[in-house]
Each structure stands twice: as C-alpha cells, then as structure tokens.
C-alpha cells in the first residue's frame, strides 16, 4: 500500500518491520528496494533488489526493477544486459511488456517503452492498471502528453 501511495519513508520502516519478522520474504527486499529507489538511494537499492532475484529465482518484476535502478544511474549496460535477459526469458516464458518498458524508460528511450506499454495494453497485462498511476519507473514518461492519453484510457476513478 505504501508503494501505492508513494510514502517511501512508510514504505522504508514497513518493510524493515517485515524483514525482521520474516527474513526470509523475497517481497520485504523488493519493497525496501522501491523505498530506496524512491527516496532517492538508489546504491542501496540495488543489493535489496539483487536479494529479492536470488530468493525468487530472478523474478521478472526484482530483475526489471534492478534493470530500471542500472538505467537511471547511468549503468546502461547492465540495464541492457537485464533488458537481454527478459527479452531471451520471453521465449519460452511470459514476460509482461510493462516489466521491458520500465527499463527502458528508465533508460530514456521513451518510444520503445511507449511501445511496450501499449503491447501491455493490448495484452491486457495484469501489471499495468495495478501500478501505471504511482509506479516511480515512469516518472520521466509523466508528462508527456502520450503518458496522459494512455492513462486516461484506463478511467480511473478521480
């Protein structure tokens, strides 16, 4: 829910709590990755991120995140190299569109992840109307007008 609403710093003590209690929950280091990631500690979100892969078997949703973190740092080879993996993993196993299209925006390359969020739409990916309003990997697609069309498609309730 933090996530949601975009409290990092809840989302940051919240899934401290978590990990406490449950070390061993793949979503309590993805979750304080995001709470990294969003306060703007983006080092530090990259071991919770790396964690989360490992105790999921490189989980497309903690790869993708770790894809999007390496962009914005300006690691564009290893986003590339994430970008590779999902790409090579969709072969043979469903990867959402929305998961490519984060990295790539966090790559800059606002037209290809403009495409694969419409092939999410049109896939009717489950992960897109979850987290399209407040996911922070495509902040820098925010403002354009094409972002605004897309969202309002969705007719989420105001």
Same mark, same amino acid.
């Given at each position: ?31 304080? *990755? ?10 530090? +979100? ?5 964690? +989360?892969?490992?105790?999921? *078997? ?49 790559? *800059? ?50």
């Amino acid at each position: 829910m933090y996530d949601r609403l975009r409290d990092y710093p809840a989302l940051l003590a919240a899934s401290h709590r978590e990990l406490a209690a449950n070390p061993s929950e793949s979503a309590g280091h993805f979750f304080l *990755g995001r709470a990294y990631e969003g306060l703007g500690k983006r080092a530090e +979100a990259i071991p919770e991120y790396q964690k +989360a892969m490992a105790m999921t *078997g490189r989980n497309q949703d903690a790869l993708a995140a770790l894809g999007h973190v390496y962009a914005v740092m300006g690691k564009r080879d290893e986003a590339r190299k994430v970008i590779q993996e999902l790409e090579q993993r969709s072969a043979h196993a469903y990867v959402s569109p929305y998961m490519l299209a984060t990295v790539y925006a966090g790559l *800059g390359e606002k037209d290809q992840a403009f495409t694969l969020l419409e092939k999410s739409y049109r896939e009717k990916s489950w992960d897109l109307p979850w987290t399209l309003q407040s996911d922070l990997r495509l902040d820098n697609l925010r403002s354009e007008p094409r972002f605004q069309d897309f969202v309002r498609r969705f007719q989420f309730p105001k």
